[in-house]
């Protein structure tokens, strides 16, 4: 195979593996809204409000390095803390949000999402 043709296969290989990445594998679910836990649907409200937020960190960029959601450009996720009952810490669950109405729920800090559903 020639340099040029060589190169072209490398190309192509390389457009196909981010399109294939840039998909992102699908939440493993959904959950209504209206299952989620008081906290959660409380964060939740916080968020849809604009805050005020009780966690220093809550609206922080969230990367997805574990690239478990759907791929987007950095900064397209916010991550938001939902008060674990007995934990003095911030816990292990979260609310990562997207554009208006994309939200994912996880209560074992990035291991496992399911998006939330009817959440406006």
Same mark, same amino acid.
């Not at 409380?42 to 009780?54: C, D, E, K, R």
């Not at 450009?73 to 934990?87: A, D, I, Q």
């Given at each position: 195979m020639n340099g040029f043709r060589r190169?072209?296969?490398?190309?192509? =290989?390389?457009? =196909?593996?981010?399109?294939l990445w840039a998909r992102g594998p699908a939440p493993l679910g959904t959950i209504p809204q209206d299952q989620?836990?008081?906290?959660?649907?409380?964060?939740?409200? =916080?968020?849809?409000?604009?805050?005020p937020f009780p966690y220093d960190r809550d609206g922080i960029v969230f990367s997805n390095r574990e690239r478990l959601?759907?791929?987007?450009? #950095?900064?397209?996720? #916010?991550e938001y803390t939902v008060p674990t009952p007995g934990r003095r810490d911030r816990?292990? #669950? #979260?609310?990562?949000?997207?554009?208006?109405?994309?939200y994912y729920w996880t209560t074992d800090h990035y291991r496992t999402f399911v998006r939330i559903q009817g959440a406006r």
């Amino acid at each position: 195979m020639n340099g040029f043709r060589r190169a072209w296969v490398g190309l192509l =290989l390389a457009l =196909l593996a981010g399109t294939l990445w840039a998909r992102g594998p699908a939440p493993l679910g959904t959950i209504p809204q209206d299952q989620l836990p008081p906290e959660a649907r409380a964060t939740l409200a =916080l968020i849809q409000a604009g805050g005020p937020f009780p966690y220093d960190r809550d609206g922080i960029v969230f990367s997805n390095r574990e690239r478990l959601l759907p791929w987007r450009p #950095r900064g397209y996720y #916010r991550e938001y803390t939902v008060p674990t009952p007995g934990r003095r810490d911030r816990g292990p #669950r #979260r609310i990562v949000a997207g554009q208006p109405s994309e939200y994912y729920w996880t209560t074992d800090h990035y291991r496992t999402f399911v998006r939330i559903q009817g959440a406006r």
